[in-house]
C-alpha cells in the first residue's frame, strides 16, 4: 500500500483505491472492485467511481497527483467501521473475570465495587484511554457507552473518545433505587440523578472540539429495577426535552423480566414507553424475553435492539430470537456487553451470533428428539451478521455511517489479507468473495486491521 498523507487531520479531499465490500441490504453483498472513492475534508464520501466509468482514468489521475492518494494491494481490502452498541466502558478492567457467577452476584461483588471506583479522576485516567484505543485497533469506529453515575469521569469517557477520533455515544448511567442499588454506588434521589444527567448532556455537546458531534451523549437509565418510577418519569422528560439518545437493559434474563412485571404489572418495553422512554433513539440492550406484543411496539416507535450474543451466555438464561425480531423488520445491531463479554471484538460477536442462532434452530438438549429439540427458521449467517455490525448497527443510531455510499461518512477498515501473523485468503479464491468475506467474518484479528478510519481520519494504525 501507498499512501502520502500529509496530516493526521485531512485538510483537502482524499482518496482511496482497490477492493471494497459493504451490505447494502441484509441479503445483498457488494463487491467494488479497483474503486475510486472520494472523501472530503469533512471525511463526507463525495463519489464513488468504478473501473468501467468515463470519469475513472481522470479522476485516478487526480487523486494520484493530489498526493492524498491509499493504493491497497492485491491482498488488501476495505470493509466499513464496526459498531457496537453496547459496551459498559467502566468494566474494562474486570474483563474475562467472574463470569461463572450468577449476575446479581457478578455484579454486587465484581461490578458495582469496580464502577464506584470512577469517582477517582485518575482511576478513570488510567482506563478509559486503553479501552477505546483497544476496540479501535479491533475495529470498532463506534461505540455506544454506558459510563457510570460520575459526572466528571463521563465527561472524560466523551473527551477521550473525541480525542482518540471515534465516534460515541456516552451515557452518564441514571440509578437510585435504594432497594436494588447498594449505598456506595447510587444516585442519591430521582431528583438529583436527573439533574446530573441534564447537566452530563451539555457537558458533552459543549466539548471543546466537538461541534461536529462526533461524540453524543445518551440518557442511561441502567435497568428498570435500578431506577424508582419517579427517576424513570424525569428521564422520559428529559428524553422529549433534549432529543437525544436513550440506552437501557430490557428483558435481559428470567430474574429482571420478572422482577418488572412483579412491579409494574407490565413488560420492560411497556413501561418504558409509558415512561417517555421508548422512541426512534432508543437502543434496548438484550431484549432476550420480550414478546411479539413488545415486538409490535418497539417496531413502531422504531426503536433499537442491541443483541448481545455472548454475554447473553453467560447471563441472560436464553438466546434472543433474532430471526424472528429481523422477520419483524426490527432495527438490530450487535453489542460486545463489556465486560459481560469478554471480548473486545465484534468479528468475535458475529461468530457468537451465528451460532447462538443455530443453538436456538437445532436446540441443544441431545434427550430429545431432533424434530422437538429447537426452533425452527431461528438461524442467520456470516452475511446477515456482518450487516448487523455495519450498516445495521448505523441504522440503529441513524448515523450516515456503515456503507460505502456518496453521503455517507468514511468510516472503514483497512484489512491486510497477507499479514504473517494471520493469512485470511491463503485458500481461499480470489473471485470467490462470498468465501472471502467469510473468512474475514470467521478469523480477523487485530493484527489483519491495517488502518482505521474515521470521518475520513486515519485515528488507527
Not at 317 to 337: E, I
Request: charged letters at 20%; one cysteine or more; hydrophobic letters at 40%.
Amino acid at each position: 500500500m501507498t499512501e502520502q498523507m500529509t496530516s493526521q487531520h485531512a485538510q483537502s479531499d482524499s482518496w482511496h483505491l482497490g477492493l471494497f465490500m459493504h451490505m447494502p441490504r441484509m441479503s445483498r453483498l457488494e463487491v467494488l472492485e479497483n474503486t475510486l472513492i472520494q472523501v472530503d475534508a469533512l471525511g463526507s464520501i463525495v463519489s464513488l467511481t468504478r473501473p468501467d466509468e468515463p470519469e475513472y482514468t481522470e479522476r485516478l489521475h487526480t487523486a494520484r497527483r493530489s498526493g492524498a492518494l491509499t493504493e491497497m494491494s492485491s491482498q488488501q481490502m476495505m470493509i466499513p467501521g464496526l459498531v457496537d452498541l453496547h459496551v459498559h466502558a467502566p468494566q474494562w478492567p474486570q474483563l474475562g473475570k467472574a463470569l461463572h457467577l450468577p449476575l446479581q452476584d457478578w455484579l454486587n461483588h465484581y461490578t458495582f465495587p469496580l464502577e464506584a471506583r470512577y469517582q477517582d479522576i485518575d482511576f478513570a485516567r488510567q482506563v478509559y484511554p486503553s479501552l477505546v484505543r483497544a476496540l479501535l485497533a479491533n475495529g470498532t469506529t463506534t461505540a455506544m457507552y454506558f459510563a457510570t453515575v460520575h459526572e466528571e469521569a463521563t465527561e472524560l469517557l466523551a473527551a477521550t473518545c473525541l480525542a482518540l477520533g471515534q465516534r460515541a455515544y456516552v451515557g452518564r448511567v441514571a440509578m437510585d433505587d435504594p432497594q436494588q442499588c447498594p449505598d456506595y454506588y447510587r444516585d442519591s434521589d430521582a431528583q438529583a440523578a436527573v439533574a446530573a444527567s441534564e447537566r452530563s448532556i451539555h457537558a458533552i455537546r459543549q466539548l471543546s472540539g466537538n461541534q461536529n458531534q462526533l461524540v453524543k451523549p445518551v440518557i442511561t437509565p441502567r435497568f428498570i429495577p435500578s431506577c424508582t418510577n419517579d427517576l424513570l418519569a424525569g428521564l422520559g422528560e428529559l428524553a422529549a426535552r433534549h432529543q437525544c439518545h436513550v440506552q437501557t437493559h430490557c428483558s435481559e434474563s428470567d430474574w429482571e423480566h420478572d422482577y418488572v412485571l412483579n412491579r409494574l404489572g407490565k413488560t420492560d418495553t411497556q413501561a418504558l414507553a409509558d415512561f417517555g422512554l421508548l422512541n426512534r433513539h432508543t437502543v434496548l440492550a438484550h431484549s432476550n424475553f420480550i414478546t411479539d406484543s413488545d415486538m409490535g411496539r418497539i417496531q413502531e416507535a422504531g426503536s433499537g435492539i442491541a443483541h448481545c450474543p455472548l454475554s447473553n451466555s453467560y447471563f441472560a438464561d436464553s438466546v434472543f430470537p433474532l430471526r424472528r425480531a429481523l422477520d419483524k423488520s426490527l432495527r438490530v445491531g450487535l453489542g460486545t456487553d463489556i465486560a459481560g463479554g469478554h471480548s473486545a471484538s465484534l468479528f468475535n460477536t458475529c461468530q457468537h451470533a451465528v451460532a447462538s442462532s443455530r443453538m436456538l434452530e437445532s436446540g441443544v438438549d441431545a434427550r430429545l428428539p431432533a424434530a422437538e429439540r429447537g426452533q425452527a427458521n431461528a438461524r442467520i449467517n456470516f452475511l446477515e451478521a456482518f450487516y448487523l455490525a455495519t450498516a445495521g448497527g448505523a441504522d440503529v443510531l441513524d448515523s450516515p455511517t456503515g456503507l460505502f455510499e456518496p453521503g455517507r461518512q468514511f468510516d472503514a477498515l483497512l484489512l491486510d489479507l497477507d499479514c504473517p501473523e494471520n493469512r485470511l485468503n491463503e485458500f481461499t479464491r480470489a473471485n470467490d468473495w462470498e468465501d472471502l468475506l467469510g473468512c474475514v467474518v470467521y478469523n480477523t484479528q487485530p493484527c489483519n486491521i491495517g488502518r482505521v478510519w474515521i470521518d475520513g481520519r486515519c485515528v488507527h494504525g
